[in-house]
């Protein structure tokens, strides 16, 4: 989340774990083949089940290899600049190799120049016998100035394309969103219950460590706690990370690569708090954790369709499991 807002600026989307910013991430498009949320519409398998089939599963895909242009393709900003680094990295060099051969080709015509000029000053304390000789060096030396200055003309269009390049790619660096700062929220919804155990603020933004994430998450998570369902963001697969799991004894869950679908219920809560923030206004981080307690607030006391019982809100679905 930027750290500042005004009320007229579109929120961006960024990645909670890994600090990525997200621009305009097309809808998925789903081409008939399996993926692991699939394991879900089995409505006679028991939860547990399909939970533990569901992490083996995505576990499995996650191994399969990914590259920069999968990144760039699913709206990931820093798979985005690292593509253009390295295109501008290519254009430097490729630019550096031309300019290599041309100083060659430049240090060549200058030695040439200085024989020419030597050789036309010898030919002035000649005798005559010798003006057959100059005569042929002359005509040799028109043919090199002649090749010289079509030398010359050709790179000019080859300066125009690097020159074209160059402008594009700068206007591509250009297009990307610049944030000055970032405030990280960590997002922690009951998939049962859909209520909202916390939304904890990280003032380091994208510079929020695995630690940080395993400090607040042993605050917030309930002791009952079975399963935690994550992304693969490096925070949730660190050795900090790890070792929470092993400490609170529950089943850490990691969805398939590419398919936040698989976290439906998470990613639409996310969704919903950046719809009641696009009309808001913080100039800070206090001033939006204030408001993130107010959206606690109303979020888990109005009435959520996805509940197994629809027309109660979260809080009061979570009181009539209590009382069963």
Not at 208 to 224: G, K, N, Q
Request: net charge positive; aromatic share 6%.
């Amino acid at each position: 989340m930027p750290a500042t807002h005004a009320v007229s600026a579109k929120l961006p989307a960024v990645s909670g774990s890994s600090g990525r910013l997200i621009v305009e991430r097309p809808p998925s498009e789903d081409h008939g083949g399996a993926w692991p949320g699939r394991i879900f519409e089995n409505l006679e398998l028991p939860y547990e089940d399909a939970m533990l089939a569901f992490g083996a599963t995505a576990q499995e895909r996650a191994s399969q290899p990914t590259g920069l242009a999968d990144a760039a393709a699913n709206g990931s900003l820093a798979a985005e600049k690292r593509i253009l680094g390295r295109t501008e990295a290519q254009l430097r060099d490729a630019r550096r190799q031309v300019r290599a051969q041309r100083q060659l080709e430049d240090a060549a015509w200058q030695a040439a120049r200085v024989a020419h000029r030597a050789a036309a000053q010898a030919d002035q304390v000649r005798p005559k016998a010798a003006r057959l000789a100059k005569a042929a060096r002359t005509a040799q030396w028109r043919a090199r100035r002649d090749q010289r200055r079509a030398t010359l003309e050709a790179r000019q269009p080859d300066d125009a394309a690097w020159r074209q390049a160059r402008l594009e790619l700068r206007q591509r660096w250009s297009a990307l969103p610049v944030i000055s700062a970032w405030i990280a929220i960590l997002v922690i919804v009951d998939n049962c219950t859909r209520q909202c155990l916390g939304l904890p603020l990280f003032v380091a933004g994208p510079q929020v460590t695995a630690e940080m994430i395993v400090e607040a998450l042993r605050t917030l998570l309930p002791p009952e706690l079975q399963f935690l369902i994550t992304d693969r963001g490096t925070h949730f697969t660190a050795n900090a990370f790890q070792t929470l799991v092993l400490s609170e004894a529950f089943i850490h869950v990691l969805i398939a690569r590419h398919r936040p679908q698989s976290n439906g219920i998470a990613e639409r809560f996310v969704r919903t708090l950046k719809e009641w923030l696009a009309d808001k206004a913080w100039l800070d981080d206090p001033a939006l954790a204030v408001l993130l307690q107010q959206f606690l607030v109303e979020y888990g006391d109005r009435p959520h369709q996805g509940l197994a019982m629809p027309g109660l809100s979260p809080n009061e679905f979570a009181q009539r499991i209590w009382l069963m």
